[in-house]
């Protein structure tokens, strides 16, 4: 239990998805202009990674890994499908996205509305392949640990664009050189969020 | 389909010279277009990885853009995104298996961000704004262009890192050990990711500055 909190607040602060490891960047840049569109497709993403996370980790727990195949039968103990990995992992996020958009469609076509093409493009997210791909990568043991990441992960891109989309909001009235305004000065600030959730680093629970 | 002309295009004319030298500077696949951001800033601590990601990325780039051509009148509407995606997990997956069998210490290195080549919105980007309307050769072309244009920043922002975050470049030391007896000492910080991003924003400015009509109202 422990653990699994400390992954789930690991992942928010100190393995921040985008001023760690920088995924996400694109949508995050273009969706941030007002605080209301960034709060919907922060979460969405948290939704996808909650989910995508879990079952991702099933299939290459039960399926993919190296060894993973012994359940059906002792001849497929030394199949290795991780080369698959890719493939599948984005089968299940493009489906899972699918899902998103069209419970979206239905319950809030506003924000359909307004997210327009980035909601479809939450699919090709760094963030959401990254998580999953991190997963494997990382080994986690249980799939409770493997949840606590995706949501947390998800949780920290939501904080991240929200944050960022606040402070652009604020800045539109100050006095940034032309060639800085936009993307420049939104590059810039978001380094130094990252040097302020660097702060982070040495949290141990 | 429509009244094409019988006279092919010649394979090096001048509007297909411009789809290799446009995204060198005036349609940046990262600091106009705002695509391929993530994998910019993260493998650029040092300047082989970056290297050898730029390499990845032209392969993956042009691949896919002529395979999409080439199949580009027979995909239904409604599954694009899909085949599209297909398209390129495949060549990201050989690359990655190229990768391990020939340069595996750097393959560790890039480690996750090979698979996120697949999400690189610079292949969706193109992908869907070129490839999808455009023939083998000029799509092979506008890959390699954009791939350059990439290329050229990572390498940018490589440089600067390595050489003021670990005082190497290609893992050769540049700075003399007599500046270190001298006091210097190397900015970590250029090594941590925040640095990265900083470092685009300045390239963003130096750039726009130069070109006027780059600048957003």
């Known amino acids: 239990m422990q653990e699994i909190f400390n992954i789930f607040i690991k992942s928010i602060f100190v393995d921040n998805m985008v001023f760690a490891y920088f ?183 | 389909m429509s009244a094409e002309t019988k006279e092919r295009e010649p394979l090096f004319s001048a509007k297909n010279i411009k789809l290799v030298t446009k995204p060198l500077n005036m349609d940046n696949p990262i600091t106009v277009q705002v695509l391929g951001i993530c994998s910019a800033l993260a493998v650029t601590a040092k300047l082989k990885p970056a290297i050898v990601m730029s390499i990845s990325v032209m392969v993956v780039l042009a691949a896919s853009n002529v395979v999409v051509s080439l199949l580009r009148n027979g995909i239904p509407q409604r599954i694009r995104i899909i085949v599209q995606l297909v398209v390129i997990a495949t060549m990201v997956i050989l690359v990655d298996q190229v990768l391990k069998a020939f340069v595996y210490d750097i393959s560790k290195q890039l480690s996750v961000f090979v698979g996120l080549i697949i999400t690189n919105c610079i292949l969706m980007g193109r992908l869907e704004a070129f490839a999808m309307g455009n023939k083998p050769w000029p799509a092979f072309l506008d890959g390699i262009g954009n791939a350059l244009g990439y290329g050229l920043i990572l390498v940018i922002i490589a440089f600067f890192r390595e050489l003021l975050g670990s005082g190497t470049l290609f893992d050769f030391r540049v700075i003399p050990q007599s500046f270190y007896d001298l006091g210097y000492k190397n900015n970590g910080l250029m090594i941590l990711p925040p640095m990265a991003l900083i470092t685009v924003g300045v390239i963003i400015w130096i750039q726009r500055n130069r070109n006027r009509d780059l600048i957003e109202k």
């Not at chain 1, 941030?32 to 922060?42: A, C, H, R, Y």
């Not at chain 1, 299939?59 to 993919?64: P, Q």
């Not at chain 1, 991780?82 to 239905?106: D, T, W, Y």
């Not at chain 1, 997210?125 to 493997?146: K, V």
């Open chain 1, 23 to 205: 995924l996400g960047m694109c949508s995050y840049l273009a969706v941030s202009k007002t605080v209301k569109t960034s709060v919907g497709l922060g979460m969405a993403v948290v939704f996808v990674l909650g989910i995508t996370v879990p079952v991702d980790y099933l299939l290459n727990e039960y399926i993919l890994k190296p060894g993973a195949l012994a359940w059906a039968g002792a001849e497929f103990a030394d199949v290795d499908l991780s080369f698959l990995s890719f493939i599948i992992f984005i089968a299940i996020i493009a489906s899972m996205v699918q899902l998103v958009e069209m419970v979206v469609e239905k319950f809030s076509p506003s924000l359909y509305a307004s997210l327009g093409i980035f909601l479809p493009l939450i699919a090709v997210n760094c963030a959401i392949l990254g998580g999953s791909l991190f997963m494997q990568e990382r080994d986690y043991q249980s799939i409770g640990q493997a949840t606590a990441f995706g949501l947390g992960s998800g949780l920290g891109w939501f904080l991240a664009i929200v944050g960022i989309a606040a402070i652009r909001e604020k800045i539109r009235y100050s006095n940034v050189p032309p060639a800085l305004r936009g993307l420049g000065i939104t590059f810039i600030i978001t380094g130094l969020m990252g040097i302020a959730f660097m702060s982070f680093l040495g949290i141990k629970l």
